[in-house]
C-alpha cells in the first residue's frame, strides 16, 4: 500500500507563487499517473494536473499557464508549481496516483488559502 504525502501547503497573497509537493512511500516509476486534485469548499474535488507516464501532462483550464506538475521517479515525488495564485485557488489540494494495475491513492489534503 503506497502512502502519498502532501507537503507545502498554507496562506499565500493572491499574485503570488507556491509549490506543493507529494512524497510517495514506495516507487512511482511504474504508476500510469500521477497528480493533482483539489476541492474548493463547498464544490467537487477537480482535477488541477496530471503527469502521465509516457504521454505527458495535463492541466484544467484553469491551470494553463499558471501551474506546472513535475514528476521525479528517482526521488517518489511530485511538484505542483502555483503561480500568479488567485483567491479561487483557495481550496484543499490533493495527490493521487493509478498504478500499472489501475489501483488508486490518495494523499490527506493540504490547504492552500490565498488571500486577496
Known amino acids: 500500500q503506497v502512502q502519498l504525502e502532501e507537503s507545502g501547503g498554507g496562506l499565500v497573497q493572491a499574485g503570488g507563487s507556491h509549490r506543493l509537493s507529494c512524497t510517495a512511500s514506495?516507487?512511482?516509476?511504474?504508476?500510469?499517473?500521477m497528480g493533482w486534485y483539489r476541492q474548493a469548499p463547498g464544490k467537487q474535488r477537480e482535477l488541477v494536473a496530471v503527469?502521465?507516464?509516457?504521454?505527458?501532462?495535463k492541466y484544467a483550464d484553469f491551470a494553463k499557464g499558471r501551474f506546472t506538475i513535475s514528476r521525479d521517479n528517482a526521488e517518489n515525488t511530485v511538484i505542483l508549481q502555483m503561480n500568479n495564485l488567485k483567491p479561487e485557488d483557495t481550496g484543499v489540494y490533493y495527490c493521487?496516483?493509478?498504478?500499472?494495475?489501475?489501483?488508486?491513492?490518495w494523499g490527506q489534503g493540504i490547504q492552500v488559502t490565498v488571500s486577496s
Open positions: 503527469d502521465t507516464s509516457g504521454v505527458g501532462t
Open positions: 514506495d516507487s512511482i516509476l511504474g504508476f500510469n499517473n
Open positions: 493521487h496516483g493509478e498504478n500499472e494495475w489501475y489501483a488508486e491513492y
